[in-house]
């Protein structure tokens, strides 16, 4: 029996309803699939750009294998908060960073107008002074690495006798060297230290260089942290800029400006 015309028109609209069906169950899955694919990519850029992240927070002392001194970080600075000692910071104190040169003729300047301010600044326990010893100045000292070992012993007296790290700093400055002169001896700098209340058994190991490789390391860190010269003054993470700082006074009456307390 031969269908008729309304069957026909039936017929053929149930074909392409079912035809719309299939298209429209073939769109779905493919934006599901569509969907998920950019679900993972956008997941594994989340993965990435953490992994970036951390990456670019790591410093090159992070992964450094050799002999670390302790009380040092890994952006290669020494903390002294109020008690004087490396590595004990004081809460609520703001930050001084200052990178030094024991060879270097400025840095010798801004210790001289500065010392006695710092010292008070910290005792007060408004101010954590970091300091950061480099070796920029190697090339000065006659092929002697001076700048090299004299962070050495700095390195070491932070260390294992870290109360006396000030002052081994400010006895370094009192008998600096000149630039192009041999520097001191390791012995010289040994006595130094003595003199600065560093015990005897310390100081002998000066010339060993136990932190040696560390200084490297933590002066490319530094140039890395965006330190070129010295000295470098840093104040809660921001250069100090516009400050006559080897005029003494200056920097403490900037300081105070700044908000750093002086106690009572």
Known sequence: ?????????????????????????????????????????????????????????KTLLDDFAGAKPANADNHGGIVVGATGTAGEKTGGGKNLQVYLDFMCPYCGDFEAANATDLDDL???????????VMSNLDGLS???????????????????????????????????????STGLTDEEIAS????????????????????TEWVGVATQQAKRDGVGGTPTVLFNGKKVEQVAYYTQGELATWLKDQGVSIGD
């Open 192 to 211: 130094i230290a003595v003199t600065a209340g560093v015990p005897q058994e310390v100081a002998d190991t000066f010339a060993a260089g136990t932190y």
């Open 1 to 57: 029996m031969t269908a008729s015309r309304e069957e026909r028109r039936q017929a053929a609209r149930t074909k392409a309803e079912k035809l719309r069906q299939e298209q429209a169950a073939r769109e779905r899955r493919s934006r599901n699939i569509l969907i998920g694919v950019l679900v993972g990519i956008v997941a594994l850029v989340a993965v990435v750009g953490v992994f970036i992240f951390q990456e670019s927070k």
């Open 142 to 180: 006659s092929g002697t690495a001076f700048s090299t070992r004299a962070a050495n012993a700095a390195a070491t007296v932070a260390s294992e006798s870290p109360e006396h790290f000030v002052a081994f700093v400010e006895g370094m400055f009192a008998n600096q060297p000149e630039e192009n």
């Open 122 to 132: 910290r005792a007060s326990g408004g101010l954590n002074v970091t300091y950061h």
